[in-house]
Nanobody, 119 residues
Framework: VQLQASGGGLVRTGGSLRLSCAIS????????MGWFRQAEGKEREFVAD????????SYADSVKGRFTISRDSAKNTVHLQMNDLKPEDTAVYYC?????????????WGQGTLVTVSS
């Protein structure tokens, strides 16, 4: 499985960005896709994930109501719509894939895309 993330950039507080992650290679019928982020000097943290089969999604408390994860089955792509961005959202964002949604074990990772939110 190969993952290619894109869409990062510089945005002002309150602005929006949409991240995309293109998926290629063999996957199971019920895999999960997730977004994680790592700010400078901090550990990587979970942001959101989604079941490819059902579309069921979960979010970190810090992004609930502001971020939306979605999938496009026709394009084999997962998106992260980020609204009302805050300086604390500044981080490198990584997409990841889990063979089984039920296990949420993320074994495959993309290269990361930088999101910078200016105050």
């Amino acid at each position: 499985v190969q993952l290619q993330a894109s869409g990062g950039g510089l945005v002002r507080t309150g602005g929006s960005l949409r991240l995309s992650c293109a998926i290629s290679g063999r996957t199971s019928s019920n895999y999960g896709m997730g977004w994680f982020r790592q700010a400078e000097g901090k550990e990587r943290e979970f942001v959101a994930d989604i079941s490819w089969r059902s579309g069921s999604a979960s979010y970190a408390d810090s992004v609930k109501g502001r971020f939306t994860i979605s999938r496009d089955s026709a394009k084999n792509t997962v998106h992260l719509q980020m609204n009302d961005l805050k300086p604390e959202d500044t981080a490198v964002y990584y997409c990841a894939a889990a063979r089984l949604w039920s296990e949420r074990k993320y074994d495959y990772w993309g290269q990361g895309t930088l999101v910078t939110v200016s105050s």
